[in-house]
């Protein structure tokens, strides 16, 4: 079965259908991005800032989560991708019907353990007794609204794979201004502290589902959804083609076990809820650099099935550009706006964290002039089908670089006699940027060997 659809990835010029890729996936993730930053700015100042440590300390569960959905949605996509460029839609229907039904049964079985294992998750978190009440009280509701968020996810993927960019973005787009006026209401005006937060999050992702919705009734899609399935090993190799982007998230949230033990012993909860603060920063940079990402693996992998080199090239050269672009323009806001930044955040008695989070800002600049960069080149490797590299790529950038440099450097200022006063408690936090530079490095190697020249 051939598709007819003309398809400007193939054949349309360069630069304008870099931007038509680009533009929308960058909108409806800065709509995303937005969105999760005023819901840190409505916590952090209307219920508090341990209530910022909170979600921090629930982070590496919900990477956990996030990255099952990404492996899926993002194999899936490149998949789905590399059959829509040989013009077979029967595979590639194939693939995303058994995509979003895995997705849909897996998430459904984490919200029920983690609903009859609370406590050994909470053990399993490391979570301060002080802020375990508030940890109860938010994933009372959100562990149900993540089945719903991850399953929209996954098929907004699938829906901008095929086409449909415009509607993947006004669904984010939509789902993002759901969410902020939801928060107003729900944790600002009526009080309801985190499980408003959590409340606000559900509504917002069935309006965006509601949206993406749209796309089942569309004339000019080419994929397919069927229940019934067979040839259930293909998805296997699907997995696997976003198993780098599985390590990127799982990574985090191991990462974030590590940084959440070393932030408590060094710094208590406040720590935490600092820390909290800057990686909203270092979040927005990653989501920016996911948007023209987003682009960039929908734009390769078609390519990459049509034996394109020249284009895979192109449209690569141009991610990277606009990657290094954000990047300085973030390192000009943490350097020269930071005070007005916290302030955000944090209400004016909140002194204490907010002066601890001006210094863990000035120490992680230099991490968001590469990050988005190794963000991309991972992308990249996964689009041409080197699973197995961008995998080692990615499990070095989330956590093996990372822990190494955070232990090493906590271990040297604080164990040893190399220094002589004891330095600042959170300048272990060091490890972060020079772990972010030695990944570009190594990702400097594998882009240079798997050029575009050198795939076919």
Sequence with gaps: MKSHHTNPALDGPILRTFFYYVVPSMVGLVALTTANLVDGIFVGNYVGAEALAVISLLLPYFSLLIAIALMLAIGGAVTVGKYLGQGDVAMACGVFSKVLIVTVLLNSVFAIASFVAEPWLLWLLNAPVDVQPLMREYLAVIRWVFIGQLTTMVLYYFVRM???????????????LTNIVCDALLVVHWQMGLAGAAYATAIAQLLQFAVLSGWFFSQRRSLRFSLFQQQWRTLWRTAYNG??????????????????WLLVRQLGTSGVAAFSVVNYLIFLSIMLSYGVADALHLLVSQNFGAGHRQRIGQFLTLSLATACAIGGALVLAVVFAQSTVISWFLDAEAVAVASLSGNIMLLLWPLFLVNGCNILLSCYLTAVHQPGVS????????ILLPAMMLLLFYGVFYHTNLFGPTPSDWLFLLGLPVAEWLTFLLALSFAWRFRPARLF
């Design 162 to 176: 095929d086409g449909h960019q415009v509607l993947g973005t006004w669904a984010l787009v939509v789902g993002a």
């Design 391 to 398: 995998a080692t790529l990615a499990s070095c950038r989330s």
């Design 243 to 260: 198993f780098s982007e599985f390590i990127n998230e799982i990574s985090v949230g191991v990462l974030f076990l590590l940084l959440n």
